[in-house]
Every structure is written in structure tokens, then in C-alpha cells.
């Protein structure tokens, strides 16, 4: 409610919010929107006045059936004051038709005063005062025009409440806007226009260049007071050209609330980085096996091959196996690379050669030549060798057996009587006695001598041979070990040494190399021994610190601490501190 004082008189405007239609009634008439119901009696059955009726009938019929008493009253009266005073029952207002009526009134001052409005000739009759009827007509013209204004409909907007766009492509946003009473629109743009952007007639198009934050507003307006505005969030979207705009998914450090919001990217095969702007670095795992080179493929080799890289050639004596350089297993029998005749020992870059059991390896380190063990006395058999391919067979000679053992004889029960008479060392034929494989019988025919091969040098051994009663054994030097013949001696494989090839090389330093025979060549400094395992205790060897220090032993090295009244020059001297 807004009251005013002017040349003499109140004016009183009522308006009511929303909220309010359909709620009211009296003499301010139906907020409701129906012009035909506003001269509504109280009364359950009243029936409204016509708005043609006449000033009386609406004053009596209508305004008076209003009137409330000192009960209903809502006024606040002071002291002295009551409803009586106020109430002026039998007042006679003077109705417009019959002031018309009056000859004394002059009609061009009302003309010139009012022009056509009622209220202003009321009060310029009635009153004869042409401020006062000027001060009801300014009045009567504003109400009218806020009248107007609160009758309006404010126009609507219609846009996209997100705008998805992406950094340097062509985006565009339609503004649509419309009017429930048919105003003519004008629609605005309210923020600020960034570089690469424009607004033409509802149309607002922009090429971003970079990921600079803003934001976007328009306004609607139908030039009666009634306005529309619209915000609109921008998703924007820089995959730099290189992946897919995932416009639902926000990037890092962005919510829907903002109205600013970097979406997320799905890089394209060959690219990453947040905004797909870095070319994928194939070799970053380190994919390639050792000892080839890895190498960077561009995104557009990664999408004809579906490799991010290449590897060079895996090194001599390895070969690729499913992207791994493996060693080449020449000895593969799927696939064999070699032309032994029997036993292929595969080797870092090589193969060996060897052969079973009862064969020999020929000069052409390939082919396997049959090993002759009763000629070469190897067979341990007692008394008869027949020699087979691979192997032998050991028999009795007539009168003996053979035992479980397939070498040794036992003389039958009928030949023992006989042999006891002859009183033979070893063994007895008919008449005559004779002795096992490895022995001489002597001049007595009944005696046997061991023969020494060794001496005799019909034993074969490649390095040492060793004699002993009825036979011999061949062993071979340090750094070599005997073959499957008993005879050959070949060097010990890589890593390992000594006797028989039975060590293993585990110098502390790898770098330092394995002497077959010796072992470790060289030790790091503060170690010994075969293994370069063995610390060396410095301390007790030479003093090296000194009188003044005492010496501590340390893995591989020592320390020297000075002793009370000196202090230490370098490691291995200390000098006694000066006097003051």
C-alpha cells in the first residue's frame, strides 16, 4: 500500500502480490483477472452488479452493504475517539451525472483541465480547484500506467542451459524468445563478448583459441516493464584436435555448480596428456628387451601397425620370440639348428656337441665314432670283453659264471676240486692257470702281476693316469674334466673351475674373470681367496695406522681412529694436537 499527500489530498494505491489472486473481495473488487465480478455484494448468494450501473446503485447497492460496524473495526482509536466519529452514516456523496448537469460549470476549463478523464472532472467540479484536479489526474495516469505494468506478462526466454563448446572449432547457440501478449521482443546479451565471438540477431557463435574462463547471460525485454534474463554454463572442450570431447565428464578441479566447467578428453590412439596434447612416447615402460634400442612411433604409425614402438634386432645368437629376444636354442628339437650325430648341449650363441654313453666325439666335433672298451681296458670285466655299439658284454670262461654284478666270474662247484690242486692265484682252465683282465701270469703258472698301463703307457689317458691292482683310472688336470670315455679331458664349460670343473664361479666383482684353473684372476682391493669371498684383516698385517691410531677391520677395507691427544691428517696418520 503506497499513500500520498498532494495539493491537499491522500492518494492511496493497493497493490497485491501474486499470491493473492483469487483471495480477495470488498471494495477493492475480485483480484481474480474477471473485470465482471469486481461490484460483488457481501453475501453468499449476492449477485454483482453490472458495470454499466449507475454511481448510485453502486454506492448503495454495493459500497454501502460493505460498511462494517464498531465490532469489525480494525482501526486503532485514541482516547476520546470511537467508530461514530469516523463513520459517517448518513453521508450523501455527489454522483458525476448529476454534477454534469450543473450550467455553471465552465466546460472548457474542464476540457483544458481534464481532457476525458472522470476523476479529474469529479474533483475539479466538486472542488473547483484546478491543482487539486491536476494532482488526481497525474495519479489516475501513473496508476493506469503501473496498472499496466502489473497486467503485463514478462517475455519468455528459451536457451540451452549448457553450452558445450571446443577450442578453436565453430560453436553456435540459438536464443529463442516469445511474449504472452505479443509484445515485440528484444533480446541482449548481458555479459561480455570475448574475441572470436559475436551475437547477431539470436544467434550467438564463438571460436575459442584458448581455455580462458567467462560466461555468457542474455536478457529479454517486451519495452513494458516485463523482462526475462537466462545464465548459461559453458562445458568447454580442448582435445587439441587429437581425441573425443567427453562433454559429460568433468575435468579435474571442476563442478557442475561452477558456471565454467574444462571437460574431460579421449585421446586418440598416439596421443595423451589432459588435453590429448602430447604425442604418446612409445618407449616411456622401456618395452623393448635389452640389448635392442627402442624407437618412437608417430600416432599415425601407431594406428596402421597398433604399435606405440619398434625395436631394433634382438643381438647376435638371440632370436625374438613374441616381442622378447630370447637366446637361440640351436639344440631345439622342433626346430634344431644343428648337425650332431647324437647329443645337442645348447650354448650362449653356440652349441656342443656330445655323445652318449659308450661313444666318443670325432675330430669334427660333430659325429660319434663307438668306444672299444675291452681294447682300451675299460670295461672292469674280469675275464672275457665282447664289445658292443655303445657298450660291452662281460662273460666267464668255461668253468665260471657270472655274477649279479655282469663283471665278475665265480667258478662252478665242479671245477673248484680241481682248481685247488693246481693252486691258482686267480683262476684254472683244465690243466693250466690264468689270471683276470689287468694282470700278467708269472713264470710259476700259478702266480698273477698286476701290468701297469700307466707305465706301459697303454692305458690312454689324456692327462693323469693313476695304476692300481688290476686295472687303471685317467683323471684330468685343474680346469678340465674327464669325458664319458674315462680317457679325454676337455676344459671346464664357462663358470666354472678347479678340479673336475666342480666350482662354480661367484667372484664379488663380476667384471673380474674366472681362470678355469685358479679361479678368480684378480680380487678387489680387501679381498682373497679362490672366490674373492674372503675379507682381508688389513689390521694385522703391517701396522698401516700408525703408533697413534688404533686399527679397526672393516668388510673389504679398515679405519683408523686416532688415540687420545692426537687428531687425524688423513686416513692412515695422526698427529699429536699442539700446546696452547
Not at 137 to 154: D, G, Q
Not at 191 to 200: D, N, R, T, Y
Not at 457 to 465: E, L, N, Q
Not at 473 to 496: R, W
Amino acid at each position: 500500500m503506497t499513500i500520498g499527500l498532494k495539493a491537499g489530498q491522500l492518494d492511496i494505491t493497493v497493490g497485491a502480490p501474486d499470491n493473492f489472486r483469487n483471495h480477495t473481495k470488498g471494495l477493492m473488487g475480485a483480484f481474480n483477472g474477471d473485470p465482471t465480478d469486481d461490484l460483488l455484494p457481501p453475501g453468499e448468494n449476492a449477485v454483482a452488479l453490472s458495470n454499466t450501473s449507475s454511481e448510485w446503485a453502486i454506492y448503495y447497492d454495493f459500497g454501502e452493504k460493505w460498511r462494517i460496524n464498531t465490532i469489525d473495526s480494525l482501526f486503532y482509536n485514541a482516547p476520546g475517539e470511537s467508530y461514530s466519529m469516523f463513520a459517517h452514516t448518513k453521508f450523501k456523496p455527489l454522483f458525476f451525472e448529476e454534477l454534469l448537469k450543473d450550467k455553471t460549470i465552465s466546460m472548457t476549463l474542464v476540457k483544458n483541465t481534464c481532457g476525458d478523464n472522470k476523476e479529474c472532472i469529479f474533483d475539479l467540479v466538486v472542488t473547483g480547484k484546478q491543482d487539486v484536479a491536476a494532482s488526481t489526474l497525474e495519479t489516475n495516469s501513473k496508476n493506469v500506467e503501473s496498472a499496466t505494468t502489473l497486467a503485463n506478462a514478462s517475455p519468455n526466454i528459451t536457451v540451452s542451459t549448457v553450452f558445450n563448446v571446443t577450442v578453436g572449432q565453430d560453436n553456435a547457440l540459438t536464443v529463442n524468445t516469445s511474449d504472452p501478449n505479443g509484445d515485440m521482443v528484444t533480446v541482449n546479451l548481458t555479459s561480455h563478448l570475448p574475441e572470436g565471438a559475436s551475437f547477431i540477431r539470436g544467434v550467438y557463435t564463438w571460436k575459442p583459441a584458448n581455455m580462458e574462463p567467462m560466461n555468457i547471460s542474455f536478457s529479454a525485454s517486451d519495452g513494458k516493464g516485463g523482462v526475462a534474463a537466462a545464465d548459461v554454463s559453458i562445458n568447454l572442450c580442448n582435445c587439441s584436435g587429437h581425441g573425443e570431447c567427453l562433454f559429460d565428464l568433468l575435468a579435474d578441479g571442476y563442478e557442475l555448480k561452477q558456471t565454467f566447467r574444462i571437460v574431460q578428453c579421449n585421446c586418440f590412439t598416439g596421443w595423451e596428456g589432459d588435453y590429448c596434447e602430447l604425442d604418446l612416447d612409445g618407449c616411456q615402460d622401456n618395452p623393448c628387451t635389452a640389448g635392442t634400442n627402442c624407437t618412437d612411433v608417430t600416432p599415425a604409425e601407431q594406428v596402421a601397425s597398433g604399435k606405440s614402438y619398434n625395436c631394433s634386432a634382438c643381438p647376435d645368437g638371440t632370436e625374438d620370440n613374441e616381442g622378447t629376444c630370447l637366446p637361440i636354442n640351436e639344440c631345439d628339437p622342433n626346430n634344431p639348428r644343428h648337425d650332431c650325430e647324437q647329443i645337442c648341449i645348447d650354448k650362449l650363441d653356440s652349441f656342443e656337441c656330445t655323445c652318449k654313453d659308450g661313444y666318443r666325439l670325432t675330430e669334427n666335433n660333430r659325429n660319434c665314432t663307438d668306444i672299444d672298451e675291452c681294447e682300451e681296458m675299460t670295461s672292469d670285466c674280469q675275464q672275457k670283453c665282447a664289445n658292443t655299439n655303445g657298450s660291452f658284454t662281460c662273460s666267464c670262461v668255461e668253468g665260471y659264471e657270472l655274477n649279479i654284478d655282469n663283471k665278475t666270474c665265480t667258478i662252478v662247484a665242479e671245477m673248484e676240486e680241481g682248481c685247488n690242486l693246481l693252486n691258482c692265484s686267480h683262476g684254472c682252465k683244465a690243466t693250466a692257470c690264468f689270471c683276470w683282465a689287468g694282470y700278467n701270469l708269472t713264470d710259476d703258472g700259478m702266480s698273477c702281476q698286476d701290468i701297469d698301463e700307466c707305465l706301459e703307457k697303454t692305458a690312454g689317458c689324456d692327462h693323469i693316469c693313476t695304476n692300481f691292482d688290476g686295472g687303471f683310472n685317467c683323471s684330468c688336470t685343474d680346469g678340465f674334466q674327464l669325458m664319458n670315455d674315462k680317457k679325454i679331458c676337455k676344459p671346464c664349460p664357462s663358470g666354472t673351475w678347479g678340479k673336475g670343473c666342480l666350482r662354480d664361479c661367484s667372484c664379488r666383482d663380476s667384471d673380474t674373470e674366472c681362470n678355469a684353473t685358479t679361479g678368480c684372476a684378480e680380487c678387489p682391493a680387501g679381498f682373497e681367496g679362490a672366490d674373492c669371498q674372503e675379507d682381508i684383516d688389513e689390521c694385522t698385517e703391517n701396522n698401516p695406522c700408525g703408533d697413534n691410531a688404533n686399527c679397526i677391520n672393516t668388510v673389504g677395507t679398515f679405519k683408523c681412529v686416532c688415540s687420545a691427544g692426537f687428531t687425524q691428517y688423513n686416513a692412515t696418520t695422526c698427529h699429536g694436537m699442539k700446546q696452547q
